[in-house]
């Protein structure tokens, strides 16, 4: 059978990970896009752009290809969370997030070069914190220095043992590609897994 070729939009190891459990081959090609939130802009609707914009922005290069974007953010009452500036940001943020609840939304783009057609989507997963004594957070750091994640911690990691409960229909979008939406997205595509 002639599959398309499937390349994804990421730089992210975590991200090239997952989709290696779906598939066997695919190209990968870093795009270099502004991540700025726009003024106001919704979580759910920032990471759904950008999640557009990487596919997009490597599209001329894949023609008869299906490329996959994605995009995660961090929401805690209801502002996006970045990746902390370093150190004392990182132990805010998760001092913040101690005995609370935080959500992640992950942005899921499938662009077909050939159609034009693309599939986009949003998958929300919530994070219940166990309550972190600043030893704990400084402990964590220590071991799992998570500078480069939003919310300042790795689930694929050590930051598991930072949560109470996880919450949500895919556990794979918790780590920045939600695998269950993807299988779904390419079948509409005619790639059918397993």
Same mark, same amino acid.
């Given at each position: =059978? &002639? ?12 991200r /090239? ?5 779906? #598939? ?5 090609d870093a !795009? &270099?896009?502004?991540?700025? !939130? *726009? $003024?106001?802009?919704t ?7 950008? +999640?557009?914009?990487k596919? /997009? ?8 290809s #299906? ?7 961090c ?5 996006? @969370?970045?990746? !902390? ?9 998760l001092? &913040?997030?101690?005995?609370?609840i ?5 942005? #899921? %783009? @499938?662009? &077909?070069?050939?159609?034009?057609? %693309? ?5 929300p997963?919530?994070v /219940?914190? /166990? ?9 964590? #750091?220590?071991r799992? !220095?998570?500078?480069?994640?939003? *919310?300042?911690?790795?689930?694929? *990691?050590l ?8 919450? *949500?229909?895919?556990p794979? +979008?918790?780590?920045? @590609?939600?695998?269950?939406?993807? $299988?779904? =997205? ?9």
């Open positions: =059978m &002639n599959q398309p070729r499937i390349v994804l939009a990421s730089g992210s190891t975590h /090239r990970a997952l989709l290696q459990r779906l #598939l066997d081959q695919f190209q990968i !795009p &270099n896009i502004d991540e700025t !939130p *726009g $003024v106001d802009e979580a759910d609707r920032y990471v759904t752009r950008l +999640a557009e914009a596919a /997009r922005a490597v599209a001329t290069d894949h023609p008869q #299906l490329i996959i974007g994605s995009d995660q953010a929401v805690f009452k209801e502002q996006i @969370l970045g990746k !902390p500036a370093g150190h004392r940001e990182a132990v805010e943020q001092r &913040n997030a101690s005995g609370r935080v959500t992640f939304v992950t942005g #899921l %783009c @499938l662009l &077909n070069t050939d159609t034009g057609a %693309c599939q986009v989507d949003v998958v997963f919530r /219940r914190f /166990r309550r972190l004594s600043d030893d704990a957070i400084e402990r964590y #750091l220590a799992e !220095p998570a500078y480069d994640a939003a *919310g300042s911690f790795h689930s694929e *990691g930051g598991i043992a930072l949560f109470e409960r996880l919450e *949500g229909a895919d794979s +979008a918790l780590v920045g @590609l939600p695998l269950i939406r993807l $299988v779904s =997205m390419l079948a509409e595509e005619g790639v059918e897994l397993p």
